[in-house]
């Protein structure tokens, strides 16, 4: 991808709830569990969303603790999301960071930051603008 591009992606309906999304040569089957209608055959779309967001988190933390100096080898970031409190309007994103005490211990701020400075993440916590269009305009 070249540097002045930006990330994109594709979706397309196939059957039943199966989507189909491409982004530059690889693609992705979406598709909602046998209870709610579909054929369990491959991600949900929020199953997509809490991947985004854990692949982010993972790779700006590795690039972090690789600066200090530090292992990633067992460095695991969990996502799921968790029901709002008491009059929320959406379910809360967690994001849970399994790594050594001793790269953390020192600045857990620091290394939260760090999780969450990456492009899905940020862009996240920041609350990005979103605007849908039509094919037919233009930008």
Sequence with gaps: MSRGTRPG????QLDGKRLLGVARTHAVIGDRPVDEGGADTGFTSGEL???AIGSCCTGSLRGY???QGKSVRDLEVAVHFEPGG???VRDRIVITLKLDARDYRGDPERVK???LSGGVASRLC??????VR????TA
């Design 113 to 115: 930051a760090a999780a």
């Design 86 to 88: 008491e009059g929320a």
């Design 49 to 51: 969303l809490l991947l």
């Design 134 to 137: 039509f094919a037919t305009e």
């Design 9 to 12: 992606v594709t979706v397309r």
């Design 126 to 131: 920041v609350g990005s603008d979103v605007e």
């Design 65 to 67: 603790l690789e600066a």
